[in-house]
């Protein structure tokens, strides 16, 4: 088992930005793949941005040039940069990891809440 633990949430205006941290800590070695889910109100949970298994970034459409996802791995966190905020983009943001390659499984961190509004 891996633990993930975000930080960087909270309340910003249209326009801003804000940088989210993911901290993994445990069985570190056994994740194939990382990243930022994020879910608002009565709507379904969604990828923001990840790093693949082949380390590879990839992200939402609709997020492209906005969101940036970056690594540290010798402090074993991953970062979501999130510039020109947008009211849309308020939601719960939860950092994922993906645990193994022939049978995968899901960790997920408790979320972080990131608000936009004036």
């Known amino acids: 088992q891996v633990q993930l633990v975000e930080s960087g949430g909270g309340l910003v205006q249209p326009g801003g930005s804000l940088r989210l941290s993911c901290a993994a800590s445990?069985?570190?070695?056994?994740?194939?793949?990382m990243g930022w889910y994020r879910q608002a109100l009565g709507k379904q949970r969604e990828v923001v941005a990840a790093?693949?298994?082949?380390?590879?970034?990839i992200y939402a459409n609709s997020l492209k040039g906005r969101f940036t996802i970056s690594r540290d791995n010798a402090k074993n966190t991953v970062y979501l940069q999130m510039n020109s905020l947008k009211p849309e983009d308020t939601a719960v943001y939860y950092c994922?990891?993906?645990?193994?390659?022939?049978?995968?499984?899901?960790?997920w961190g408790p979320g972080t809440q990131v608000t936009v509004s004036s």
């Open positions: 994922n990891a993906r645990m193994g390659l022939i049978a995968p499984y899901d960790c």
């Open positions: 445990g069985s570190i070695n056994k994740i194939s793949a």
């Open positions: 790093f693949t298994s082949e380390g590879s970034a």
